[in-house]
C-alpha cells in the first residue's frame, strides 16, 4: 500500500504522513533526527480515545521529499500550515517534541488559525546559547567527514535518562537514520531558529507543556519558564525520562496527552 502525501506548498512538495482513527484531529510533528514512526508507540492510545491522529514526516525527513537547500524552521512551520489547509483539518490539536515543537510554536505564533490546542514537549522557546551553536557547528562538521552514524550514536545517550533500559536504547537508535544532507541543514536550521519567547503571551490556545523530568536539553527550568509566559497552559513533569519520553515511557506520555485532550 502506498504511503499518503499531501501537498505543502506552490512548488509542489509532498509530505508523506500516517492518518489513523476518526475523530477531533491530533497533528503530531517529530523531534530530530526522526521521522513519524517516532510516534507509532503512542498513537494506539489516541486512536484508543477517539482522535484522528495524523503523523507527517517533516521535509527531508523520512519517505518526504529530500531537503534541496535552507529549510529554516519557519519553513517546516509553513509547510505543516499547508498540509493543516490541504487536509481539511483546521483547526487541530497540535503536538510537538523538541524540534516538532519548535515547529508547533511557529506554527502557532505565525498561523494561528489553524492550531486549537497546543502540546509542547521537552522543547524550548529560547534561541540557541552560544555553546549549543558551537555543538551544533561541531555535529555539521561530524557528519560532513564521517557521516550521520557517529553523530547519531553520540547523540544517543543524552536523549534518553541513565537507566534506560539498552532494547529501548537499541530500538530508539534505529530511528534515528535520516540523510546525511537533512541531518546537516536541520542542525544549521535549529542553530539558526529565532528567539520565541516573545511570541508566548499572543499564544492563547489550551497549552500542555511536558518536561522529562532528567532532561539535559530542554531541562525542566526551561519548559517551566516557557510554561509561565504562556497565558493557558499546564505543565506536566514526567519522572524518570529524559527528553524522548514518548519512546522511553509511552504509556505515561500518551495518558498525558489524552487526559489534555479531553479535558479541551
Request: glycine share 6%.
Amino acid at each position: 500500500m502506498s504511503t499518503p502525501t499531501a501537498k505543502t506548498s506552490d512548488d509542489a512538495v509532498r509530505l508523506a504522513y500516517d492518518d489513523q482513527g476518526e475523530g477531533p484531529a491530533v497533528l503530531l510533528l517529530h523531534a530530530f533526527p526522526f521521522d513519524r514512526r517516532f510516534w507509532i508507540a503512542i498513537t494506539p492510545a489516541l486512536v484508543k480515545a477517539g482522535f484522528r491522529v495524523i503523523s507527517p514526516d517533516l521535509r527531508g525527513f523520512g519517505e518526504s521529499p529530500r531537503l534541496t537547500g535552507t529549510h529554516t524552521v519557519a519553513d517546516h512551520a509553513r509547510d505543516v500550515a499547508r498540509f493543516i489547509e490541504t487536509l481539511g483539518i483546521a483547526p487541530a490539536a497540535v503536538v510537538g517534541l523538541s524540534m516538532g515543537g519548535y515547529v508547533a510554536l511557529a506554527l502557532a505564533a505565525n498561523h494561528p488559525r489553524l492550531v486549537s490546542a497546543l502540546v509542547l514537549a521537552d522543547t524550548k522557546a529560547a534561541a540557541d546559547s552560544d555553546a549549543a551553536r558551537q555543538g551544533r557547528d561541531q555535529a555539521i562538521e561530524l557528519v560532513n567527514a564521517r557521516g550521520v552514524a557517529p553523530f547519531a550514536d553520540g547523540m544517543l545517550t543524552r536523549l534518553v535518562a541513565p537507566e534506560t533500559p539498552p532494547d529501548v536504547m537499541r530500538s530508539i537508535r534505529r530511528l534515528m537514520n535520516q540523510p546525511a544532507q537533512t541531518v546537516v541543514a536541520t542542525l544549521a536550521a535549529l542553530r539558526d531558529r529565532p528567539d520565541r519567547r516573545v511570541d508566548l503571551p499572543a499564544i492563547l490556545v489550551p497549552t500542555l507543556v511536558i518536561a522529562g523530568a532528567l532532561d539535559t536539553l530542554s531541562t525542566p527550568e526551561e519548559n517551566r519558564s516557557m510554561a509561565e509566559a504562556l497565558p493557558n497552559t499546564v505543565l506536566q513533569q514526567l519522572p524518570d525520562v529524559g527528553h524522548l519520553p514518548n519512546l522511553e515511557h509511552p504509556a505515561c506520555f500518551a495518558a498525558a496527552l489524552v487526559a489534555f485532550l479531553q479535558r479541551r
